[in-house]
């Protein structure tokens, strides 16, 4: 790949102390992974750095310790989870740096894999701090980052790293930023995007990135009523941020002058209360009931959704369009996945999506292995469709 070292570059690690942080912050409830995804992606980073005889040296955080080392973030746990999904034994050390870390790394042979401990135990990891950095790098002669999901931080294992050892791009890392370049870097035009979700507040900057690079703009989800209010229809009871109508309205200035479509819904399924199985009617987006709130877009939405998908080459989603956790109301994001994914089947359609509601909603659809890629990144993924450099990321160009 163009602009970044990977394992294709590495050359030679049989025997060589591979350092490779990966992203192992899996949903655990009751001590067991209940989604192995993020462990799935990495393995195969691992499994060839293993097979070439490296010494491959796990860096991963786990939620977001505030005082030091508790029971409750370490990664021990995921280290048998990490076992299983690799088929082979993964070692633990019960620290990242100092001697328990150093004596691990001692033991190992060619080959063998080990994880170290939450580096966020040391509260010089999320400071980046060089001295910190230092003692991480000390257990390693190479360094491979495979963590796109974390690489919005700049933190010692995620970015500290990359300026003190020779540094490249794990599998996983590569696949994501070969999809992303496909997906808004150099995409086919034209380009469409979804964007859902319950808030324009969080996607302010997102929202004002993509009018500028995308031919359509499908807005959908709770946000979506924000921009229907700002226009001027009355969307009864639905949730609505009416302080940001100002900004939703420079988003539709933007987009204007950009020449980007902005797709808003023309009807919406509404019900007078959100819960599973409550009462719901299609109306036209200019006839919510007073007392009715909008919990989806309606069949006719979906179809201009759906025809916009068959126009583009290109799809980028992030965010569902309705409250799709609870039925009837995820009709519209289900329906839109299915076309995306068979678009796409067809070989008619790139598309990308990430954002830890839309990997549910797509898992929910089913269509999450149809689609050119699923980012498991949160933060990340938002953070690239703003247009933002990442540190993570940045660092490993070459
Ligand atoms: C994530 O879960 O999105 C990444 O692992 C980053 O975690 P963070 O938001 O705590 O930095
Ligand atoms: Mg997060």
Redo the contacts with the bound molecule.
């Keep these: 790949m163009a602009g970044f070292k990977t394992l294709d570059d590495i050359g030679a690690v049989s025997g060589r102390r591979v350092l490779v942080r990966v992203?192992?912050?899996v949903p655990v409830a009751d001590g067991k992974v209940t989604d192995a995804t993020?462990i799935e992606r990495v393995a195969p980073t691992i499994a060839e750095l293993s097979k070439k005889g490296a010494k491959v040296i796990l860096l991963a955080?786990f939620?977001?310790p505030k005082d030091g080392p508790s029971a409750e973030f370490s990664l021990e746990p995921i280290a048998r989870a990490t076992a299983d999904v690799l088929g082979r034994p993964v070692g633990f050390a019960s620290d990242c740096v100092g001697d328990k870390a150093a004596d691990a790394v001692a033991a190992m042979k060619d080959g063998d894999v080990l994880l170290f401990e939450n580096t966020?135990f040391h509260k010089a990891e999320e400071k980046n701090e060089p001295a910190f950095t230092e003692q991480l790098a000390a257990n390693g002669d190479i360094y491979v980052n495979d963590?796109f999901?974390?690489a919005?931080?700049a933190?010692a294992s995620t970015e500290g790293l990359a300026h003190r050892l020779p540094a490249y791009a794990g599998r996983t890392m590569q696949a994501e930023l070969d999809a992303l370049e496909k997906g808004l870097g150099n995409p086919a035009r034209p380009v469409v995007a979804i964007v859902g979700g319950a808030k324009v507040s969080s996607k302010i900057d997102l929202l004002m990135n993509l009018v500028k690079k995308v031919d359509a703009l499908v807005i959908g989800g709770g946000m979506a009523n924000t921009f229907l209010a700002a226009r001027g229809t009355d969307v009864g009871k639905s949730l609505c941020e009416h302080d940001l109508a100002g900004t939703a309205k420079q988003i539709m200035i933007e987009a204007a002058e950009a020449g980007c479509a902005v797709i808003l819904p023309a009807d919406g399924v509404v019900a007078k209360e959100f819960k599973a199985g409550a009462p719901s009617e299609t109306v036209a987006i200019s006839d919510v009931p007073a007392d009715g709130m909008i919990l989806d877009v309606g069949a006719k939405t979906v179809q201009s959704v759906n025809d916009w998908i068959d126009r583009a080459a290109t799809l980028v989603w992030n965010g569902p369009l309705g409250a799709f956790e609870i039925a009837p109301f995820d009709r519209a994001t289900v329906a839109a996945a299915k076309h995306a994914a068979a678009r796409t089947r067809q070989g008619k359609l790139v598309s990308v999506a990430g954002g830890?509601d839309t990997v549910a909603a797509l898992n929910h659809a089913g269509v999450a292995d149809d689609f050119t890629y699923v980012s498991t990144?949160?933060?990340?993924f938002l953070e690239w469709m703003e247009g933002k450099p990442l540190p993570g990321v940045e660092v490993l160009k070459r």
Aim: proline fraction near 0%.
């Design positions: 992203d192992l912050n993020r955080h939620g977001r966020r963590a999901s974390a919005h931080r933190h830890g990144a949160g933060g990340a």
